[in-house]
């Protein structure tokens, strides 16, 4: 379980506007406040090919326009470089793609691209975790075909907590180890969701890696490899969540 700590910068139009939950800076974990979009935490579950996340949010996927957001991958520690998206299927009506798992190339919405001109404030930015700015932040995945091999699982069920009512779980598969490798093969994967398209909220995870079925001379190649991934090598180092 992975708690959220990412925090987001507030945007009208382009420029920042002192407001988050009746607060007086721009800049918080949850731009608005709640309870429309504040996501608490997200449980990481893996089997065999397959990586399972479940957000506990307030958001219930319908907000004056707003709906849930797309997930992105990222294999490098450059937070404007995302490599895969998992479309969950939300904004296929508002611009987006069919569910499935996605090669990206710059074929995304940001939230800024998304509101910008609607009237509206929206979350804007996200500050990494990997250097301590704000960034644009991905939220709807606009094209390229979804990656051969894959299926995507979503849904939405009571998480039982009361104050983070909604469970949104997304759940990533892969048809073969060829095919899981093809994805999973990079020593570092971040995961980024932002909530809603407007990104009021965000929580990112580093260092997520679906298990697969190792054969026993492949054990211990496995072990240290979870080792290293423990120790934090590289970018892997710097904090693992944030939101």
Same mark, same amino acid.
């Given at each position: ?11 009208? #139009? ?7 939950? #009746?607060?007086t800076?721009?800049? *918080?974990?949850?731009?608005? $406040? @709640?309870p ?6 997200? =449980?990481?579950?893996? @089997?065999?090919?397959?990586? %399972?996340?479940?957000?506990?949010? %307030?958001?219930? #996927? ?10 992105? +991958?990222?294999?490098?520690?450059? /937070? ?10 939300? %904004?296929?009506?508002? $611009?987006?793609?069919?569910k499935?798992?996605y ?8 939230s800024?691209?998304?509101?910008? *001109? ?5 979350? $804007?930015?996200?500050?990494s975790?990997?250097?301590?700015? /704000? ?20 849904? !939405?069920?009571? &998480? ?8 949104? &779980?997304?759940?990533?598969?892969? %048809?073969?180890e !060829?095919? +899981? ?5 990079? /020593? =570092? ?21 679906? &298990?697969? /079925?190792? &054969?026993?001379? #492949?054990?211990?190649?496995? +072990? ?7 120790? $934090? ?11």
């Amino acid at each position: 379980m992975v708690t959220d700590t990412t925090h987001n910068v507030s945007y009208a #139009g382009g420029s920042p506007t002192n407001w988050f939950g #009746g607060g007086t800076t721009s800049v *918080g974990d949850v731009v608005e $406040g @709640g309870p429309e979009f504040d996501t608490n935490r997200v =449980n990481i579950t893996t @089997g065999p090919r397959t990586l %399972q996340l479940d957000f506990y949010t %307030q958001f219930d #996927g319908e907000d004056l326009g707003a709906h849930y957001a797309d997930v992105f +991958l990222a294999t490098g520690a450059d /937070p404007d470089a995302f490599t895969y998206g998992i479309a969950l299927g939300e %904004q296929l009506a508002y $611009g987006g793609v069919a569910k499935g798992l996605y090669a990206l190339d710059n074929n995304y919405l940001t939230s800024i691209d998304r509101w910008s *001109g609607t009237g509206y404030i929206y979350g $804007g930015k996200y500050i990494s975790p990997n250097d301590g700015l /704000p960034h644009d932040a991905p939220t709807i995945i606009t094209g390229g075909s979804a990656l051969a091999g894959w299926t995507v699982d979503v849904s !939405q069920s009571p &998480s039982g907590d009361g104050t983070y009512p909604y469970l949104v &779980s997304v759940k990533l598969t892969a %048809q073969t180890e !060829q095919v +899981l490798k093809t994805v999973f093969s990079a /020593p =570092n994967i971040a995961v980024m969701w932002g909530t809603g398209d407007c990104n009021n909220d965000t929580i990112y995870v580093a260092n997520v890696v679906p &298990s697969r /079925p190792v &054969s026993e001379p #492949g054990a211990l190649a496995l +072990l240290l490899s979870a080792m290293v991934s423990a120790i $934090g090598i590289g970018w892997g180092r710097r904090r693992s969540q944030t939101a």
